[in-house]
């Protein structure tokens, strides 16, 4: 998994297609790239919506002849993983706007899933809750039991009173 919004373009190039030694300063050694990284798994790029018309080209060329060059690199790295790419850019409009590639968002775009926002699916909440409470639990050592009922009424409450913001937000995957 990698956020492409949360880095800058040569960092996100570097961990997308790995570099080798020397290619910029701090580049101590070769680093394999998440592509090559993942195998024939798969690569969950989050945000995708946010990466620059460079690096859609880069990322076109990885989707469709299924290989990379690590930046500084000479030679081409045969890559096998499959992309899964998730944003909350409305892609059809950042393609008509030019922002975003058509090319990539059509080869992207194999299986579209939209995901409701959350406050449109207020019976998911109180299971999400569970699931982050068992989670928790786990990574700290700690027993969990769950939601007393009064907990779980207030849970909902407050969800159902949070949603009523208005607040349009867009999930794509």
Known sequence: ALNCGALAETLLESELFGHVRGAFTGAIGDHRGVFEQAGQGTVFLDEIGDTTPALQVRLLRALEEHEVRPVGGNRSVRVQARVVAATNVALEQA??????????????????????ALRDRRDDILPLARTFLESTARRTGRKACGFTPEAARRTARAAARHGDTGRDRRSRA
């Open 95 to 116: 393609v008509a706007d030019g922002r975003f590639r058509q090319d990539l968002y059509y080869r992207l775009r194999v299986v579209e899933i939209k995901v409701p």
